[in-house]
């Protein structure tokens, strides 16, 4: 590492062990000392809270909350992440068997098209904040889009480790960055591993490694905009897709946090999790309860987000089981099915971590989960365009014809009426 | 059998510095009882009270996470490399 100098316009925030309570300045360093156990930024509980008028009066990205983000001063980068639409999808409501469904759809992130924008937002401005001058992770696949691309526009270097096995929409989704991108031959887990020890040995910054307090809380910003569209008020239950299960704590952390703060009243969502059934170690710890994660090893095409090993996988059913919410798992062709009803009923076109989130939804209200006044919001975390190959087979081929009038004019006719 | 167990940083203040370390047994379990009782201070942040490996460390015997092999029971050869790695890093 050749240290930079540190910005002088962004601090990075204190941390606190989440296990044991020690407390360590700021630094990009993850790993409780003492224990072992996962830092988290330490806020000050006196500051100063902005009110709904103040938030509504800021610019249109995940900043307005800059006051339950872990740095302090002016983060220099990636200053229009966030936002993205809650979309009403009338039509799910019968199937799930509620009374109003949303989408809160990250499939058009800025800017890379995933909800990993908003964890490597608040990243990257922590590693300006510590002065890397190198930035890295490891990735099934979104987060290593959206390192490259927030690395690029702010200039830094980027080491980014993949399976050798995603998908060709992902890898081209990185490499156009021009990262030093480094497949590596194994699943996620050995991926993930080897990228501990390529940040114990390298001074880089790598996100979800030693960056991984800061990181984390640009998850809960997807919660806080969940409760700002609707109005400032909370949904009754929210299903997002788990594979390190960051996201579905944090999502519960950002609803509390909204709550005591006092910008919303109310009961808070109960979450529900969602994952392939070749790789669910998240769900079967919720049904069973026991505390003791089992780690497993992927077989699914919903690589983005097959993880074996998840880091947060006990903390997230934690959070699922206090919510009162539940967890569920589907097939592959379920999740394909998944993928398919979003599109033709709302309009959205999701990866394979989306179609898990709704074939998930289906089953959890196929076991009874929900009530008939609920309102959910289903989590899209993704975009369709860079999972294609999971829909290869499932789709009809299109007609092609001469550029001849009659020729459409027999199309149309032999068409069946509900769909013309 | 001897082996090499590598720790992360966040350990080696409670090795004098050190990163690596020789160690010998018969299983992963034997060796980290051998290093536990040469380092005391190390001893509970590889196994808990009940000899079970530390709940915020994954043990990688060759690269290969020992809770698909048999835990502390896994066999270790001559040569073989012991990688601990917290457990809360990435994803
Ligand atoms: C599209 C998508 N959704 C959800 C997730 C799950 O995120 P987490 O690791 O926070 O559980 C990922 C993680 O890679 C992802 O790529
Ligand atoms: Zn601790």
């Known amino acids: 590492m050749t240290a930079v100098a540190v910005s002088p316009r962004v601090r990075a925030l204190p941390l606190r062990c989440r296990n044991c309570g020690a407390e360590t300045d700021a630094a990009p360093v993850a790993i409780c000392a003492e224990c072992l156990g996962p830092l988290e930024p330490r806020y000050d509980a006196a500051r100063r809270l902005p009110t709904r008028e103040e938030i509504a009066s800021r610019g249109p990205s995940l900043w307005r909350y800059r006051e339950w983000l872990p740095l302090e001063g002016d983060p220099p980068y990636s200053p229009d992440t966030g936002f993205t639409p809650l979309v009403e999808v009338p039509r799910l409501a019968p199937l799930l068997g509620v009374a109003r469904v949303w989408v809160k759809n990250d499939a058009v992130s800025h800017p890379s098209l995933s909800f990993k924008d908003r964890v490597v937002a608040a990243a990257i401005n922590a590693a300006a904040a510590f002065g890397l001058d190198t930035v890295g992770c490891a990735s099934t696949g979104n987060l290593a889009n959206a390192v490259a691309a927030q690395a690029a526009r702010a200039g830094l270097p980027a080491w980014i480790f993949i399976p050798d096995n995603l998908e060709y929409g992902k890898v081209v989704g990185t490499s156009v960055y021009a990262p030093n991108l480094v497949r590596i031959r194994g699943t996620y887990d050995d991926v993930n591993r080897l990228c501990a020890q390529v940040a114990d040995r390298f001074g880089w910054g790598i996100v979800n490694v030693n960056l991984r307090s800061y990181y984390g809380e640009g998850s809960k910003t997807f919660a806080f905009e969940i409760a700002e569209q609707l109005g400032w008020r909370f949904p009754t239950a929210v299903v997002a897709p788990m594979a390190g299960g960051s996201l579905v704590s944090k999502l519960g952390k950002g609803f509390r946090e909204f709550l005591s703060a006092g910008l919303v009243e109310g009961e808070l969502p109960r979450l529900y999790g969602a994952q392939a059934s070749g790789c669910a170690p998240i769900v079967r710890l919720v049904e069973r309860g026991d505390g003791q994660l089992i780690p497993e090893i992927p077989d699914t095409i919903a690589r983005s987000i097959a993880i074996g090993s998840p880091a947060d996988g006990a903390y997230a059913a934690e959070s699922i089981r206090q919510s009162g919410g539940w967890a569920a798992s589907v097939s592959d062709a379920e999740l394909v099915r998944g993928i398919l009803l979003l599109a033709e009923t709302a309009g959205i076109f999701t990866e394979t971590a989306g179609g898990v989130t709704l074939a998930s939804a289906l089953e959890l209200a196929r076991q009874g989960h929900f009530r008939p006044n609920d309102e959910v919001v289903l989590c899209i975390t993704g975009n369709g365009l860079k999972t294609v190959e999971a829909l290869s087979g499932s789709l009809g081929e299109a007609p092609v014809l001469a550029p001849r009038l009659r020729d459409v004019a027999d199309l149309v006719a032999r068409t069946s009426p509900s769909s013309r | ?91």
């Open chain 2, 1 to 91: 059998m001897s082996v090499t167990l590598s720790l992360p940083a966040v350990l080696t203040r409670l090795t004098d510095g050190a990163r690596t370390i020789e160690a010998s047994g018969a299983t992963v379990g034997d060796v980290v009882s051998d290093v536990a009782g040469r380092f005391p201070q190390l001893g509970p942040r590889l196994r808990d009270e009940q000899g079970n490996p530390y709940s915020f460390v994954t043990f990688y015997l060759n690269d290969e996470d020992i809770r698909f092999t048999g835990g502390f029971a896994t066999v270790v050869r001559d040569g073989d490399e012991l990688i601990i790695v917290p457990a809360i890093a990435g994803g």
